[in-house]
């Protein structure tokens, strides 16, 4: 059984937890908790303090185990210990919150100095209103030809499955993964 470790990150309210609550074959423990910031409460009312820990089997003997990240800065300290062992990992971005792509752009940065491991974008919330398609997205970050960028509605479990197996297909190039 081949179990690869994939971090998904990205900034507050990217969708994280939402991403890997829809696509786990098992209860996904999170650690979530009601926001203090009155300003950040706005947008809803739980935040990831610590991480999400989902897995889903892709295929016979394959197995995803996921970690998720929280998005508030402050809990920052857990990247480095979440990205420990990661084989690739996924930035997810709210495609129509042009206020995060500058941190969605760092972030990118973060995790490629932990590890330089595959990596995806994913422009998620592409069924909101003012979503940016990948493309577009794609220009905002500046990002090397050599990153995929994938529409994504973290809230639809075909849609997060072909992020992941976009991932899966760079770890396949990369010829760690068989
Ligand atoms: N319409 C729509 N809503 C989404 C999508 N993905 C996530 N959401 C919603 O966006 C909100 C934030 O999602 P979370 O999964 O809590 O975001 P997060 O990145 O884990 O947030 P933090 O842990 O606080 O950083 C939730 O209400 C989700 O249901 C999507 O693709 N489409
Ligand atoms: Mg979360």
Redesign the pocket.
């Known amino acids: 059984m081949q179990q690869i470790k994939v971090v998904v990150t990205?900034?507050?309210?990217?969708?994280?937890?939402?991403?890997i609550?829809t696509i786990s074959d098992i209860d996904v423990v999170t650690t979530?908790r009601r926001?203090s910031m009155p300003e950040q409460r706005e947008?809803?009312e739980?935040?990831?303090v610590a991480m999400?820990f989902g897995r889903v089997s892709i295929k016979k003997d394959l197995v995803l185990e996921l970690y998720?990240?929280?998005?508030?800065r402050r809990f920052a300290f857990m990247f480095d210990i979440l990205s420990k062992g990661m084989w690739g990992f996924v930035v997810?971005v709210?495609s129509a919150d042009p206020a995060t792509f500058d941190e969605a752009r760092e972030l990118l940065e973060l995790f490629d100095n932990f590890a330089a491991v595959p990596r995806v974008v994913a422009a998620?919330?592409?069924?909101?209103k003012g979503a940016v398609p990948p493309a577009e997205l794609r220009k905002a970050l500046m990002l090397d030809p050599s990153v995929k960028v994938l529409p994504?509605?973290?809230?639809?479990k075909a849609?997060v499955r072909k992020v992941l197996l976009g991932l899966l297909s760079s770890m396949l190039e990369g010829g760690k993964v068989n």
Do not use: M, V, Y
Request: with cysteine.
């Open positions: 990205g900034p507050f309210g990217a969708g994280k937890t939402q991403f609550n979530e926001i947008t809803k739980e935040t990831t999400d998720g990240t929280p998005g508030q997810l709210d998620n919330k592409q069924d909101t994504c509605k973290a809230t639809d849609s």
